[in-house]
């Protein structure tokens, strides 16, 4: 048995990127990372859309870390999804970062004798600073178009006008 510190985290990791790798690295000096991970129905709850990655697959990039012990989808929902779970696991360390700082959160964990951290958002090396609401910002949707006069007619032409990906029907 480890007896290094449970250190809590939760999240919903949706475009895992460098930003999130930091922090999760950062928490992982404190002891090791137990991450309560947004469920899709939660994520779309809270946030009025859908994910881009599933929850499967969310949780499958996170245990593929070297910095995460463990990673188990939230049961609950709204925006103390984790409670339940968090009081399961019993941590001595709940770490957040400035966004999901909230008062509500340091009162649960100071009623329920968890150490609160708040850390701040710092990123790698030269890395520019990442957040999952800036990268959804700058990604476009990929265009599609639907060919139905077969793509070698229209192609060069409607590509002038409108380049991106083509869909060909049977």
């Known amino acids: 048995m480890s007896d290094r510190k449970k250190v809590f985290v939760s999240g919903c990791f949706d475009l895992l990127h460098s930003g999130h790798v930091a922090f999760l690295k950062e928490a992982c000096q404190l002891g090791d990372v137990y991450v309560g991970l947004g469920s899709d129905a939660t994520i779309n709850e809270l946030k009025g859309r859908k ?23 939230n049961s ?3 925006i103390l999804d984790f409670l339940d779970d ?3 696991l019993g941590p001595d360390v709940f770490v957040v970062n400035e966004d999901g700082n909230t008062p509500e959160k340091e009162k649960i964990c100071k009623e329920l004798r968890i150490e609160y951290k708040v850390l701040k958002r710092i990123p790698y090396a030269n890395l520019p600073t990442r957040s999952t609401t800036s990268l959804r ?8 178009r639907i060919d139905l006069a077969g793509t070698w007619i229209d192609q060069p032409y409607v590509s002038k006008f409108h380049p991106g990906g083509l869909l060909q029907l049977p």
């Open 51 to 73: 994910t881009i990655n599933s929850e499967e697959e969310r949780k499958y990039m996170l245990e593929a870390l070297s910095c995460v012990h463990s990673v188990k989808i």
């Open 76 to 78: 609950g929902d709204g």
């Open 86 to 88: 968090m009081k399961k």
């Open 137 to 144: 910002k700058e990604i476009t949707p990929i265009p599609y």
